[in-house]
């Protein structure tokens, strides 16, 4: 059975033009994923699944990023799909939205990345974390003025830095995603 995430997916994967080759790629073999159904959205897809992810940006451009508390690695915020989502924009915002504390966050509906990874991660059960390949929708949500972030329980840190000093180590595509980001910044 369809869901209106799963539809969604579909239709923002087929119509986004990649940002690069490697965006591209990424595109290509997350279609691929999504031909296995709705549960590609889903944990339960345990060979992989599409997972909604966010750059946070603010006015001097630079990058919010968090030190993931069980990964060890600086990379955007964001994580799996939930059951009440309905687009992958709206679950890269509200990922980022509880990963940050910042409110009011201004969503740009267009990816502008895409990544595929292996992870390990538990079922939404809360079974032991197995190996599995998200499939790393990205999209860019620009701060407010004056927000003050907030870390969650999933981030041993969350911090600001500018582009040309970025923190390490650095997830794999973390750097690619920003260029596109901020070329798109002042469009917003």
Known sequence: MSTPLYE??????TGWTATSEDA????????????DGPDAMTRAHRVGHVTASALVVDDAGRVLLCLHGRLGMWMQLGGHCEAGDTTLAAAALREATEESGIDGLILDPEPIDIDVHEVRCGAADGAPAEPSVHFDVRFLLRSPAGATERISEESADLAWFTPDALPSPLASGTARQIPPALSRIGQM
Do not use: F, G, Q
């Open 8 to 13: 969604d997916a579909v239709r923002v994967l």
């Open 24 to 35: 591209e790629l990424a595109r290509k073999r997350t279609l691929a994923l999504l031909a």
